[in-house]
Structures are given as structure tokens and as C-alpha cells.
């Protein structure tokens, strides 16, 4: 992994790790919103905003609280996914998952909270104008709502056990994960305001970015090692899910993997050439060659 | 209930029964939202909200995108309340709640839906400058999060079971219905901009609104008429949770009535007399004597 990435996913993770003030009410509900937060995910959301935002201008802190809302949305969303009513699991990144910690009831009131202080963190940012705030809220509610992220989980969910087609798998993903990435470009693109042309090239960068994600994910669910994943691979069979895998074929998969990584790349190419994409490709290999 | 109040709720009901548009993606989620936004709950939060502004300023209907999250805010509370791992609730105004009719799992996610639709719905007011909608969206996520609504539910349910004292319970209360009726009043005080002293008489005749209701609930929860009620009553005995009642006996419990609803009426005396304060006066009364 490059310099920078590693320099963000560090600063990303420091911010986090303070960014839920202890309420004056005695429960341990804000330990539970940060047990989740601080757990040690890669951060690929934030990180790929900042950078995002750091090729385009020559301040990238300016996307912090961008950074820590889209992270809190996030980790929302993954506390409830492991709920025993969704997905059932006891295991999270190697860890127990909150509910296994803290109780059901706490895991569905922390997942809450922190959906509700992504929009806080957004609009008390002293360092941002109004009208960028403003355009951030509007990207981050449609991302993350039931026109968005929330509306993918549904027909994900729905969708489990039952035969679908890959139009329909494509929807999935472009709702339940491409949403939040393409937030993660499009956040920085709402903050730096760039021409027309960057913004659109960017915008079809991340929803390559999206499918390279979730066509990676379904091929290490069977191939991938169990080690590197620490999760157990074969999970998408057990529930019965249908996958680029299954749709498609490992090779099937691997060509369309290459064919959007090779997209990816040609979106950058088309940006000005005072833009140093050299990150930006990064991340491009980061998601084409990842373990886990 | 005076003319306008209905006028008001009517209104309300209007707007909420349009106000989720439908996704692409082919689920029931949206009509899972809809069940419950639209199940006909009383309208107090937005009513509150829109009276106030119209007492303020000449145009109420600039509270609509706030009366109408707010709205939401409580609807998705009350889906998540009634789940299994909360309070397990098969009906809710006498009509089966969101679990029952849609399944757990759509049920969390159509909470969460709803209150991300919530911030969605105020950044989206073509009608409000950027300045109100960022003071808006502050006021709802404080409010409404760890710090107000959801961490007064955390302590509730943390509380069941156990003896609390007076300071605890009234914790409870500002935190998990005080807050969201402080955001109907101070929402209107956002929006309106009216002198300091408004704005601070306004503020404290909201938090003993936020106390009358509780103090009232807990009454109607033992000496309430079930039909009117259209729920059984006994159910905080049941649960072993400590009230007003419980702590204070009936004539303690009416006695601090009394107290908030004259103290209410004292903020309401302390405006310039240019406001017309009826309706205001009105939502004391019908706090004071609801019986449902």
C-alpha cells in the first residue's frame, strides 16, 4: 500500500477514535457506537475521499468530517447487517460483533445513533461553508437511504434463496456498495467544485470503482484465503446467494473484474493533465489485487 | 382540539402520505416506511412545530420539511421500539406494527430508511435559505441521537427492572421525549429568528411541555380508559419501570402536572404581546387533559 494511504487510513483512524462525545446519561451506549467504529476496518471509504479531494485541491482536510460521517454510515450499516434478524453473525473482522457484546437492543440503539452523528459530524464542521454543507447532506441522504445503500440491503436480503439475474445483481451492488463509494468521490468533487468534465469522469471512476469492489468480493467468498480474509470463504453458497461466481464463472468474473479495473483506468486518463491521478490509480490496484 | 390544530394535522397527514417516493429497485421497503408514517399517530411533534411558527412569523409553511422529518424521526423510533429485542410490541395504535406485518429484518432497515429520509427530506426545502437548513439539520441530529432521543432510550431500557430515582427518570424523559418536542419548538425559533427573550421563553415552555407529557403518559398508564386509550393499560407496572406514578403517587404525579402546566403557561405570559399565544395555549390544555 502507497505512503499516502497509509499516512490517511492513520489520520482517519486518530479522528474516529475521538469523534463520539460521552453523553451526561450513564449508559454505555457511546462505548458501544466506538467499539464498532474503532474496530480496525481498512477505511477504503474515507481514505478514497480524501485522496479524492487531495488530487483536486490543495487542502484534503477539508473532507474530514465528510470522511468521518461516510465511516459512521458505514459502520451503521454493518452493526445492523449482523443483527440476528439480517445476516446472524458472531464475527466481525475477527472480533464479535456489537450485538454479540453489547446486546441486541444496544446494537440496533449504537447502529442509530451513529447514522444519526454522520449528519452531525457533517454539519458541525466550522471549516466548510453552508452551501457545502448543504450539497454534502443532500449526497450523503440519497447515498445512504432507501434510495441508496438501504435500498440495496432490502433487495440483497430479498433477494437471498431465490434465483436473479445479473441486471438485478448489478442493482444490488450499485445501491448496497457502489452508493457510498461513489459518495466517497462525489463528496470530494462537492467540495472542490471542479469543472464539468472532471466531475463526470470522477463520478463514472467510482461506480467502476463499485463493481471492481463487489465482483472481488465474490470472487475471494470461494477463492480467497481464509487466513488473509479471517473469515470463512464459501458463505455466499451456504446462503445461497447468487454472485458474479455463480452468474458468470470464475472466468466470467476475472474478465469482467479486468474490464472495469481497465475502465477505471481510462476514466483517470481523461482528466486534465495537471491532475496527478498517481493515487487515484492506486487505489485501482488496490481494489483489483486485494486478499481480504 | 381547536380548528387549527385540525387544519394543521390534516395537512401533516397530506404531505407525509407523499412524502417517500418510490426507489427503482423492485421491494416492498417503501411500503414498509409508508405503513408506519402513515398509520395515523396523533401529529403532536409537527402540529407543535407549525403553531409556533405561525405564531412567529407570517408563513408556517416554511416549517413543513422540518415537521415533516421530525415526523420521521419519531416513526422510525417508534418501529424500532417495538421489535422483539426492544420492547416487543405486536400492536401500536391499534394496529399491528412493523414487524409483524413486514418482518423483522424490513423492519429495522425501514427505521433506519425513515431516518435517514428525515435529514433528506429538510436539505431537499427549496424554500429555506442555507443558513436555516444547516441550523435545522444541527438541532435534529443533536436531538435525536446519543446525546438526546436515542440515548434517553438507551437509559430507559437500561433503567427497566431497577429502581431509579426522580433525577434519573426525568433524565430519561428530556432525553427520549423532551428532546424531539424541543426540536418542534426551537425548530420554528430557527427558522423565524425572533429576539433572544422569544427564543428562551420559548425554549423553557417546551421542556415542561416535554414534562407534562411524560408525567401525563405515566397517569393514563394506570388510570386511563383502554378503549380511549386503545391500548391496555398497567403495562409500566407490568415491566417493572418506575414513573412518576410509582414515585411520586397519583396525587404527587398531578400535583407536578399542575406545576408544569401553570409554569408552561407563565413562558407562554413572558412574550411580547404582539404574538397571539391561543394556539400555543391550546397545546397546554391538550396536553394537560388528552386522554389517549
Redesign the interface.
Known sequence: MNQKINHLTEEINQLLATS??E?????N??ES?RYSLNAGGKRIRPVLLLLTLDMLSNDYKLGFSSALGLEMIHT?SLI?DD????DDDDYRRGKLTNHKVFG???A??A???L???A??VI??DTTLD??I??KL??R???S????GM??????D??SEGSAIDLT?LE?IHN?KTGALLKFAVMAAVDIAEPETLVATALEQYSEHLGLMFQIKDDLLDIYGDEQKLGKAVGSDIENDKSTYVSLLGRSGAEDKLAYHTQAAHQCLAQLPDHYNTENLEAIIQLFNNRES
Open positions: 463520539i462525545e453523553s451526561l446519561l450513564d449508559t451506549l457511546e457506537m451503521y445492523h443483527l440476528p434478524a439480517m441486541e437492543w444496544k440496533i440503539l447502529g442509530d445513533a447514522l444519526t452523528k449528519f452531525d454539519i458541525n453552508d452551501a454543507k448543504v447532506i443532500r450523503l441522504s440519497f445512504s437511504g432507501h434510495l438501504v435500498g440495496g440491503q432490502t433487495l436480503m430479498q438485478t442493482q445501491a
